[in-house]
């Protein structure tokens, strides 16, 4: 089993940046990949970016060209550099990791992100 903890959300004005982390431990050989969603109220949870074990990338159309993903092999750490923050970026982000042992499917508890106009 893996467990997540996040790190850097917060409050930033539109056209800011953040840096959200978030670090993998328990059954981490079996991680294939990492990756964030987020949540807005009254809306469903949508894909921010994936990062496979062998380093490819998928981005969510809205972020595309703004977030960035990364990771940390030696740390089991993964982070997401956004960019240019909007309003409509404002959700709870979700640290995720898919694995190659059940549970398939890890979330982490959640990261405040807000945008102000």
């Known amino acids: 089993q893996v467990q997540l903890v996040e790190s850097g959300g917060g409050l930033v004005q539109s056209g800011g940046s953040l840096r959200l982390s978030c670090a993998a431990s328990g059954s981490t050989l079996s991680i294939m990949t990492m990756g964030w969603y987020r949540q807005a109220p009254g809306k469903e949870r949508k894909l921010v970016a994936l990062?496979?074990?062998?380093?490819?990338?998928v981005y969510g159309d809205s972020v595309k060209g703004r977030f960035t993903i990364s990771k940390d092999n030696a740390k089991n750490t993964q982070y997401l550099q956004m960019n240019n923050l909007k309003p409509e970026d404002t959700a709870v982000y979700y640290c995720?990791?898919?694995?190659?042992?059940?549970?398939?499917?890890?979330w982490g508890q959640g990261t405040q992100v807000s945008v102000s106009s």
């Open positions: 995720y990791v898919a694995s190659s042992t059940a549970p398939y499917d890890s």
């Open positions: 990062i496979t074990r062998d380093g490819g990338i």
